[in-house]
């Protein structure tokens, strides 16, 4: 069995991308620091997969405790790496926070990489790093712009210290995936997305004001230049987006990859509005949504989604589900941890 490092593994992604490992035949384990998830993941990921992953919590920003962490574990195949803070207005609140534990943290693993001779590493990135692009869909050669907050500055560096790094190096070999907007369950609903406190994003938003923990979703804008008025994102189905790490996995497993740092776009190369979130929502659940529209949020891009055609040619990944799905097991999760049948 390969075993594979996940930091992160805890949380919504890297979840869901356990479970997608172990159903692979791949040896899972975690490294966390519990920040932003709980260590009862581990029982989801046991109730799906029939297997609960070693886990160790460690604050990979901290050299001595990555380092001990690392000196652990044995012939590691491949490494994951979600591990990062990621909430878009705490890191303009708080940029050094951003900075120090996401580029620390890469820092950290990929030198105890290269000190264990660990070759393949896959690295967490966003569509965040392409700003508003001029053309859409935005393809992997669009343009970096500068990024409009720490945490996307993070993701930009990030990129740039793994490239840096690959070049001066004959073994490292890694990908990064480019996230469009990940939202829904694991369809069991025994692991999901699970916000501390107020959602920032848009889908926990609306599952739970359809619970009435939240008393009204709000709209940001309605005068944006889309066909609706309301801004559009690429909503892929998380179980989904799990799978194009296994891809991206076997691609450097199996030696596959073209040159030793590749990037790919992971989305759904569809784009939708809030509004048809909204209504789609609505449609699927039969729930009647309570709310309004208000001003627009600041920062707030327009309109974005993905060309997939990279991904689809070099991975062969493809997504599988629709957004009506997604919003579905979002529901079903929210329910589910709820207690209301
Ligand atoms: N939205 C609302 N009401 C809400 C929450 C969101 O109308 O209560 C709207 C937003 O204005 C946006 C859309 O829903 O138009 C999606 O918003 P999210 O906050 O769910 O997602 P973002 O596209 O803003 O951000 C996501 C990730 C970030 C990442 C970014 C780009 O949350 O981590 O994509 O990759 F940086």
Same mark, same amino acid.
């Given at each position: 069995?390969?075993?594979?490092?996940?930091?992160?593994?805890?949380?919504?992604?890297?979840?869901?991308?356990?479970?997608?490992?172990?159903?692979?035949?791949?040896?899972?384990? @975690?490294?966390?620091?519990?920040?932003?998830? %709980?260590?009862?993941?581990? !029982?989801? #990921? *046991?109730?799906?997969? =029939? $297997?609960?992953?070693?886990?160790?919590? @460690?604050?990979?920003?901290?050299?001595?405790? %990555?380092?001990?962490?690392? !000196?652990? #574990? *044995?012939?590691?195949? =491949? $490494?994951?790496?979600?591990?990062?803070?990621?909430?878009?207005?705490?890191?303009?609140?708080?940029?050094?926070?951003?900075?120090?534990?996401?580029?620390?943290?890469? $820092?950290?693993?990929?030198?105890?990489?290269?000190?264990?001779?660990?070759?393949?590493?896959?690295?967490?990135?966003?569509?965040?790093?392409?700003?508003?692009?001029?053309?859409?869909?935005?393809?992997?050669?669009?343009?970096?712009?500068?990024?409009?907050?720490?945490?996307?500055?993070?993701?930009?560096?990030?990129?740039?210290?793994?490239?840096?790094?690959?070049?001066?190096?004959?073994?490292?070999?890694?990908?990064?995936?480019?996230?469009?907007?990940?939202?829904?369950?694991?369809?069991?609903?025994?692991?999901?997305?699970?916000?501390?406190?107020?959602?920032?994003?848009?889908?926990?938003?609306?599952?739970?004001?359809?619970?009435?923990?939240?008393?009204?979703?709000?709209?940001?804008?309605?005068?944006?230049?889309?066909?609706?008025?309301?801004?559009?994102?690429?909503?892929?189905?998380?179980?989904?987006?799990?799978?194009?790490?296994?891809?991206?996995?076997?691609?450097?497993?199996?030696?596959?990859?073209?040159?030793?740092?590749?990037?790919?776009?992971?989305?759904?190369?569809?784009?939708?509005?809030?509004?048809?979130?909204?209504?789609?929502?609505?449609?699927?659940?039969?729930?009647?949504?309570?709310?309004?529209?208000?001003?627009?949020?600041?920062?707030?891009?327009?309109?974005?989604?993905?060309?997939?055609?990279?991904?689809?040619?070099?991975?062969?990944?493809?997504?599988?589900?629709?957004?009506?799905?997604?919003?579905?097991?979002?529901?079903?999760?929210?329910?589910?941890?709820?207690?209301?049948?």
């Amino acid at each position: 069995m390969k075993k594979i490092i996940v930091t992160g593994g805890t949380g919504y992604i890297g979840s869901h991308t356990c479970v997608e490992l172990i159903n692979s035949g791949f040896e899972v384990i @975690i490294i966390d620091d519990l920040s932003n998830s %709980t260590i009862e993941v581990l !029982n989801g #990921i *046991k109730k799906i997969t =029939g $297997i609960k992953p070693e886990f160790y919590k @460690i604050d990979l920003a901290n050299a001595k405790e %990555t380092f001990s962490c690392f !000196n652990k #574990i *044995k012939n590691v195949s =491949g $490494i994951i790496h979600f591990a990062a803070y990621k909430a878009v207005g705490e890191s303009v609140n708080f940029p050094l926070k951003y900075y120090k534990n996401n580029l620390n943290s890469l $820092i950290n693993i990929i030198e105890n990489m290269q000190e264990k001779s660990f070759k393949n590493i896959i690295f967490s990135s966003s569509c965040t790093v392409y700003g508003q692009a001029e053309k859409l869909p935005v393809t992997e050669q669009s343009p970096i712009i500068k990024a409009d907050s720490p945490y996307g500055n993070t993701k930009q560096i990030s990129e740039e210290i793994i490239y840096d790094t690959i070049k001066s190096t004959e073994y490292l070999k890694a990908i990064s995936l480019r996230y469009f907007n990940p939202i829904g369950a694991h369809e069991s609903s025994e692991i999901g997305e699970l916000p501390i406190g107020e959602p920032a994003n848009l889908v926990p938003y609306i599952t739970q004001t359809a619970v009435g923990i939240r008393k009204q979703l709000r709209i940001f804008g309605n005068d944006y230049n889309t066909p609706d008025g309301t801004a559009i994102r690429d909503y892929i189905h998380i179980t989904d987006l799990a799978k194009a790490h296994i891809a991206a996995l076997n691609r450097l497993l199996n030696k596959e990859n073209k040159i030793n740092y590749e990037v790919f776009n992971i989305g759904t190369g569809k784009g939708n509005s809030v509004l048809e979130v909204v209504k789609t929502f609505e449609k699927v659940t039969g729930i009647k949504l309570n709310y309004k529209i208000v001003n627009r949020r600041p920062g707030d891009i327009e309109k974005i989604w993905a060309d997939t055609s990279h991904a689809e040619k070099e991975l062969g990944f493809k997504t599988e589900k629709s957004l009506g799905d997604a919003l579905l097991s979002a529901w079903n999760w929210e329910k589910k941890y709820r207690n209301i049948t």
